[in-house]
């Protein structure tokens, strides 16, 4: 059984993937406050019934019982009211059991109960979904990110980043912590189970609406300027006014998470009086601005610190609203007193204290904080960099009038990596700001709402969003996942890059993986290749630190980092001796090669690859003929690498020593060395070294004749035992996927090869249902890619890429399937931006049918329409100089194209006939009609420049 999109969506809709439920605009009109799904149950656990034995049940008593009772949050029309069920460890997972879809449903009605519907003005990007929405505001472990690609914080956490900032050298680095000037300004007398909270994903914007007990509302908004790099702000705006006096002015208590603000505030707002000045120098664990912590009931706790020894500020998350630094130690805990740790000891005075120490300038005329911080233990290169922070100063009490009814306040945060060597930042930041004070509050939110509506006006939409919540929750994910992309990377600045947590978080210590090249940036190529470019910079920028990394182990050519930092220095193995993921995993090599082919593919940019990218894939292809080992018959091997299977059985000795032939890891680098061969025919740097070819035709992908039909199979370890030895009978990812997508272009992988190792190996019994954050995409993609396409399949992977690691109403995603009670459940990390690029994918080049190819131009499969949505639409695609239009209901396709570029669209077989030429005209193809002529090993249309005679 496959879920439907309805029943995903009502998953989500009920809190099964997040501690709030998401409101969706599709209320019962029977039952008002309720969704109702037709014949469909999930796994609630029942509370009580309410009906009499009988089951005659009067709906309107049942709803009336559920709204009276807290812990419901859904009742069936059998009259049993519902909670969210408890889910084990192990075998069964809170959203998804392990290796089958959930039961059948009941034969009753479910009605989810919603919280109170959006403020009018936000009503259409809602039903829209491009603004999600959520009432009360969420637990802090599920809020999402401001960001613009060089700066970024999370709503209501204690700090801020700035891509490419880090603390420290191999060995002891991470993603450096600044304090939060502007995300965690708050309200503390608005009535927290009354916000309500929006993600506006087409503006680039979270918004509040502000219920105070007077009765007077008002609205903030948060932001980091898209078209100012260095400036966050937020506004506060009066909406309405008391109660009892509807034109009178509202009076605000404001709080903010800022170290160096240095407030007294009364006992009663949770933070002892005169306690949250930052000392930058140990002490008692302050509660950082007066923060309060909401638990689900609406009731909050003082926060008294951070844990400075794990990756998240809030440590693990539980969906209980708890927050711990780990099961072992338990340092600032969350309570009601202040704890008495010291520096040292597991919590820092300041959450920044540890990696940077702080100068104070003294207040300007404007009366901004002036700080700035030196990094205190320095990078690779031996530089400390610095960064300046000006804020306004908040102050306590606030009040908006009828007549003078909003507020601002801005911060710039620079930092001098990138810039120019001596480039004073304290005066660059105080100017800057300075300059500010003459721009209206108004034109600044136009600027960066002009700039967002840019950025995402290319974009996907699922037909029927409007009456359909299976596709109104699709495209809520294609929005938040397009957001949280774009806020973490810009086309001005190269030297970040993508880190698997964002840039707003220390998740994943802020390393960029091999994530960046397969999921992050690949989601966004084909919308925006300029975003790619600049991820792909960071990889070019790294190529010194590369050399030397190749060098370390003995190599030539260039060795990327598994996890790199600043210029791409490695976070560990630093002695270039070892085993596991930072010493021998190392296809994060080929993988940067086979990125810029896709940016070539997409792109065309011959000048780009001449100058920036050739001497990156020509170090590549030297490592790769370093590294290989020759064996007989003409055949080379990979030896001791561990695979892109992480969770590979460690009796196979998979992550020490390693394993030898790794599939994914033999097929990225017999792409890279074809590629290398005719990137430098491409702009004459051939010939190339005879053994490049050799070693391309000869480097083994393992594959079995006897099993499945023929399939590819999985290494050995060096111990004699397979990597998925039993009872660890699971790969996860599968390395073998990846030869069919990303891969299967490059390596001619055909249709009929896909279906069979797809069959083989992702029955459900070998492959891993518990990383569903990399995994579900590689599936639903490669299910699409079979002829004919397995609908079924793909539908399956699509569900686990929403439903098992997805939570919250702001889509949060997480690299494993979540499980009992930890939000984010890998390790600390509270958000997987893997998983959004991936998400993009599956709609893109899945069900989308769109996968970039050889020379000849773009793969075209059979496109499919996921369930729920009546069609599928991708607007301002760039390939090749064009921008492109494609929509389709699955019997039909659209293609539209405008541009330098003469493309043409051609049936299989793709490699004969004449093409149709593309106009910014719509032209319409039957879907049957043009797939009709598929072959097995050549089941896809092609998309490329027309023939020279083509008219």
Same mark, same amino acid.
């Given at each position: 059984?496959?879920?439907?999109?309805?029943?995903?969506?009502?998953?989500?809709?009920?809190?099964?993937?997040?501690?709030?439920?998401?409101?969706?605009?599709?209320?019962s009109?029977?039952?008002p406050?309720?969704?109702?799904?037709?014949?469909?149950?999930?796994?609630?656990?029942?509370?009580?019934?309410?009906c009499?034995?009988?089951?005659?049940?009067?709906?309107?008593?049942?709803?009336?019982?559920?709204?009276?009772?807290?812990?419901?949050?859904?009742?069936?029309?059998?009259?049993?009211?519902?909670? @969210?069920?408890?889910?084990?460890?192990?075998?069964?997972?809170?959203? =998804?059991?392990q290796?089958?879809?959930?039961?059948?449903?009941?034969?009753?009605?479910?009605?989810?109960k919603?919280?109170?519907p959006?403020?009018?003005?936000?009503?259409?990007?809602?039903?829209?979904?491009?603004?999600?929405? %959520?009432?009360?505001?969420?637990?802090?472990?599920?809020?999402?990110?401001?960001?613009?690609?060089?700066?970024?914080?999370?709503?209501? +956490?204690?700090?801020?980043?700035v891509?490419?900032?880090?603390?420290?050298?191999?060995?002891?680095?991470?993603?450096?912590?600044?304090?939060?000037?502007?995300?965690?300004?708050?309200?503390?007398?608005?009535?927290?189970?009354?916000?309500?909270?929006?993600?506006?994903?087409?503006?680039?914007?979270?918004?509040?609406?502000?219920?105070?007990?007077?009765?007077?509302?008002?609205?903030?908004?948060?932001?980091?300027?898209?078209?100012?790099?260095?400036?966050?702000?937020?506004?506060?705006?009066?909406?309405?006014?008391?109660?009892?006096?509807?034109?009178?002015?509202?009076?605000?208590?404001?709080?903010?998470?800022?170290?160096?603000?240095?407030?007294?505030?009364?006992?009663?707002?949770?933070?002892?009086?005169?306690?949250?000045?930052?000392?930058?120098?140990g002490?008692?664990?302050?509660?950082p601005?007066?923060?309060?912590?909401?638990?689900?009931?609406?009731?909050?706790?003082?926060?008294?610190?951070?844990?400075?020894?794990?990756?998240?500020?809030c440590?693990q998350?539980?969906?209980?609203?708890? /927050?711990?630094?780990?099961?072992?130690?338990? /340092?600032?805990?969350?309570?009601?007193?202040?704890?008495?740790?010291k520096?040292?000891?597991?919590?820092?005075?300041?959450?920044?204290?540890?990696?940077?120490s702080?100068?104070?300038?003294?207040?300007?005329?404007?009366?901004?904080?002036?700080?700035?911080?030196? !990094?205190?233990s320095?990078?690779?290169?031996?530089?400390?960099?610095?960064?300046?922070?000006?804020?306004?100063?908040?102050?306590?009490?606030?009040?908006?009038?009828?007549?003078?009814?909003s507020?601002?306040?801005?911060a710039?945060?620079?930092?001098s990596?990138?810039?120019?060597?001596?480039?004073?930042?304290?005066?660059?930041?105080?100017?800057?700001?300075?300059?500010?004070?003459?721009?209206?509050?108004?034109?600044?939110?136009?600027?960066?709402?002009?700039?967002?509506?840019?950025?995402?006006?290319?974009?996907?939409?699922?037909?029927?969003?409007?009456?359909?919540?299976?596709?109104?929750?699709?495209?809520?994910?294609?929005w938040?996942?397009?957001?949280?992309?774009?806020?973490?990377?810009?086309?001005?600045?190269?030297?970040?890059?993508?880190?698997?947590?964002?840039?707003?978080?220390?998740? =994943?210590?802020?390393?960029?993986?091999?994530?960046?090249?397969?999921?992050?940036?690949?989601?966004?190529?084909?919308?925006?290749?300029?975003?790619?470019l600049?991820?792909?910079?960071?990889?070019?920028?790294?190529?010194?630190?590369?050399? @030397?990394?190749?060098?370390?182990?003995?190599?030539?050519?260039?060795?990327y980092?598994?996890?790199?930092?600043?210029?791409?220095?490695?976070?560990?193995?630093?002695?270039?001796?070892?085993?596991?993921?930072?010493?021998?995993?190392?296809?994060?090599?080929?993988?940067?090669?086979?990125?810029?082919?896709? !940016? +070539?593919?997409?792109?065309?940019?011959?000048?780009?690859?001449?100058?920036?990218?050739?001497?990156?894939?020509?170090?590549? %292809?030297?490592?790769?003929?370093?590294r290989?080992v020759?064996?007989?018959?003409?055949?080379?091997?990979?030896?001791?690498?561990?695979?892109?299977?992480?969770?590979?059985?460690?009796a196979?000795?998979?992550?020490?020593?390693?394993?030898?032939?790794?599939?994914?890891?033999?097929?990225?680098?017999?792409?890279?060395?074809?590629?290398?061969?005719?990137?430098?025919?491409?702009?004459?740097?051939?010939?190339?070294?005879?053994?490049?070819?050799?070693i391309?035709?000869?480097?083994?992908?393992?594959?079995?004749?006897?099993?499945?039909?023929?399939?590819?199979?999985? #290494?050995?370890?060096?111990?004699?035992?397979?990597?998925?030895?039993?009872?660890?009978?699971?790969?996860?990812?599968?390395?073998?996927?990846?030869?069919?997508?990303?891969?299967?272009?490059?390596?001619?992988?055909?249709?009929?090869?896909?279906?069979?190792?797809?069959?083989?190996?992702?029955?459900?019994?070998?492959?891993?249902?518990?990383?569903?954050?990399?995994?579900? #995409?590689?599936?639903? !993609?490669?299910?699409?890619?079979?002829?004919?396409?397995n609908?079924?399949?793909?539908?399956?992977?699509?569900?686990?890429?929403?439903?098992?690691?997805?939570?919250?109403?702001?889509?949060?995603?997480?690299?494993?399937?979540?499980?009992?009670?930890?939000v984010?459940?890998?390790?600390?990390?509270?958000?997987?931006?893997?998983?959004?690029?991936?998400?993009?994918?599956?709609?893109?080049?899945?069900?989308?049918?769109?996968?970039?190819?050889?020379?000849?131009?773009?793969?075209?499969?059979?496109?499919?329409?996921?369930a729920?949505?009546?069609?599928?639409? !991708?607007?301002?695609?760039h390939?090749?100089?064009?921008?492109?239009?494609y929509?389709?209901?699955?019997?039909?396709?659209?293609?539209?194209?405008?541009?330098?570029?003469?493309?043409?669209?051609?049936?299989?077989?793709?490699?004969?006939?004449?093409?149709?030429?593309?106009?910014?005209?719509?032209?319409?193809?039957?879907?049957?009609?043009?797939?009709?002529g598929?072959?097995?090993?050549?089941?896809?249309?092609?998309?490329?420049? /027309?023939?020279?005679?083509?008219?």
């Amino acid at each position: 059984m496959v879920l439907s999109r309805l029943t995903r969506a009502v998953l989500t809709a009920a809190g099964l993937v997040g501690l709030a439920a998401a409101w969706v605009p599709f209320p019962s009109p029977a039952v008002p406050g309720y969704h109702m799904v037709p014949k469909s149950d999930v796994p609630f656990a029942s509370l009580r019934s309410v009906c009499p034995t009988d089951n005659s049940c009067n709906l309107s008593a049942v709803a009336a019982a559920c709204t009276a009772e807290p812990e419901c949050r859904a009742f069936n029309s059998n009259g049993s009211l519902k909670q @969210r069920a408890d889910c084990g460890w192990g075998s069964e997972h809170c959203v =998804y059991p392990q290796g089958q879809p959930f039961a059948a449903a009941d034969a009753t009605d479910l009605y989810i109960k919603q919280g109170a519907p959006p403020p009018a003005e936000w009503a259409d990007a809602v039903a829209d979904g491009s603004l999600l929405y %959520a009432q009360p505001e969420p637990n802090i472990c599920e809020m999402p990110e401001v960001g613009n690609g060089y700066v970024a914080s999370v709503v209501s +956490f204690a700090s801020t980043h700035v891509s490419g900032l880090y603390y420290g050298h191999c060995g002891n680095t991470h993603k450096a912590r600044l304090p939060s000037p502007i995300a965690g300004i708050s309200v503390a007398n608005a009535v927290p189970v009354s916000t309500q909270a929006g993600l506006d994903a087409r503006n680039g914007i979270y918004r509040r609406r502000l219920h105070l007990p007077s009765g007077g509302v008002v609205e903030q908004t948060i932001l980091a300027h898209r078209t100012r790099p260095h400036v966050l702000l937020t506004t506060l705006e009066r909406v309405s006014g008391p109660t009892t006096d509807p034109d009178g002015p509202v009076a605000l208590q404001l709080e903010t998470l800022y170290d160096f603000q240095q407030p007294t505030l009364p006992s009663s707002t949770g933070r002892p009086a005169n306690e949250g000045a930052a000392t930058g120098d140990g002490g008692a664990c302050p509660n950082p601005g007066g923060r309060m912590v909401k638990r689900p009931d609406g009731s909050s706790y003082p926060y008294y610190g951070t844990c400075t020894t794990h990756d998240s500020d809030c440590g693990q998350c539980y969906l209980d609203g708890t /927050c711990r630094c780990n099961s072992a130690v338990h /340092c600032c805990q969350p309570s009601d007193t202040p704890p008495s740790s010291k520096a040292g000891s597991g919590c820092a005075g300041t959450f920044t204290s540890s990696d940077f120490s702080w100068v104070a300038s003294p207040p300007t005329s404007s009366g901004e904080l002036l700080h700035t911080g030196t !990094i205190t233990s320095p990078n690779d290169d031996g530089t400390s960099p610095t960064v300046a922070v000006a804020v306004d100063h908040v102050p306590l009490n606030v009040t908006l009038s009828a007549a003078n009814g909003s507020i601002r306040f801005v911060a710039v945060v620079i930092a001098s990596v990138g810039l120019p060597n001596g480039t004073n930042v304290t005066a660059a930041a105080a100017n800057e700001f300075a300059n500010l004070s003459t721009v209206a509050t108004a034109d600044l939110l136009a600027e960066h709402t002009v700039a967002w509506a840019d950025l995402t006006a290319p974009r996907i939409e699922l037909g029927g969003r409007n009456s359909s919540v299976g596709a109104w929750q699709l495209q809520t994910h294609f929005w938040s996942s397009y957001y949280y992309l774009m806020s973490t990377i810009r086309s001005d600045w190269g030297l970040g890059g993508f880190s698997p947590g964002g840039l707003a978080s220390q998740n =994943y210590q802020g390393a960029v993986f091999m994530d960046q090249e397969l999921y992050m940036a690949q989601g966004l190529l084909l919308f925006h290749p300029e975003l790619a470019l600049s991820a792909a910079q960071y990889r070019i920028d790294s190529a010194p630190a590369s050399a @030397r990394i190749a060098k370390l182990f003995g190599y030539e050519g260039l060795m990327y980092a598994w996890t790199a930092a600043a210029g791409g220095n490695p976070f560990g193995c630093c002695s270039g001796k070892g085993g596991f993921e930072d010493c021998i995993e190392q296809h994060i090599t080929p993988d940067v090669a086979f990125f810029l082919q896709q !940016i +070539f593919r997409a792109t065309g940019d011959v000048e780009w690859l001449e100058k920036e990218a050739w001497p990156v894939i020509q170090g590549i %292809a030297e490592w790769v003929a370093s590294r290989v080992v020759a064996g007989t018959g003409g055949a080379y091997h990979l030896r001791g690498v561990m695979p892109i299977d992480e969770w590979c059985d460690q009796a196979s000795g998979c992550a020490n020593p390693g394993v030898d032939d790794d599939p994914q890891m033999n097929g990225m680098c017999i792409a890279a060395l074809r590629w290398a061969i005719e990137a430098a025919e491409l702009i004459g740097k051939g010939p190339t070294p005879n053994t490049w070819g050799k070693i391309a035709a000869g480097l083994v992908l393992p594959y079995n004749a006897s099993l499945g039909g023929g399939v590819h199979t999985m #290494p050995v370890g060096a111990n004699g035992i397979s990597v998925i030895n039993p009872p660890r009978a699971t790969s996860c990812p599968e390395d073998i996927n990846y030869l069919s997508y990303p891969l299967g272009p490059s390596l001619n992988i055909s249709a009929e090869l896909t279906r069979r190792d797809m069959v083989y190996w992702s029955d459900g019994t070998k492959t891993c249902l518990e990383n569903a954050g990399m995994t579900a #995409p590689i599936h639903a !993609i490669s299910w699409l890619k079979t002829v004919p396409p397995n609908i079924t399949g793909a539908e399956f992977a699509l569900n686990r890429s929403i439903l098992a690691v997805s939570y919250g109403p702001f889509n949060m995603r997480n690299e494993v399937d979540v499980h009992q009670t930890t939000v984010g459940g890998h390790f600390n990390n509270t958000h997987f931006l893997t998983g959004d690029g991936g998400y993009m994918q599956i709609l893109l080049n899945g069900f989308g049918g769109l996968m970039l190819a050889g020379q000849n131009g773009m793969q075209v499969n059979q496109p499919v329409v996921p369930a729920g949505a009546d069609s599928l639409t !991708i607007v301002g695609m760039h390939y090749l100089g064009d921008t492109l239009n494609y929509t389709t209901d699955g019997v039909t396709m659209e293609w539209a194209a405008a541009g330098p570029q003469a493309l043409c669209l051609f049936a299989p077989p793709s490699g004969t006939g004449h093409g149709t030429r593309l106009s910014d005209m719509k032209q319409s193809f039957g879907v049957s009609a043009f797939f009709s002529g598929y072959q097995p090993n050549d089941a896809h249309g092609r998309l490329g420049p /027309c023939e020279t005679t083509q008219t």
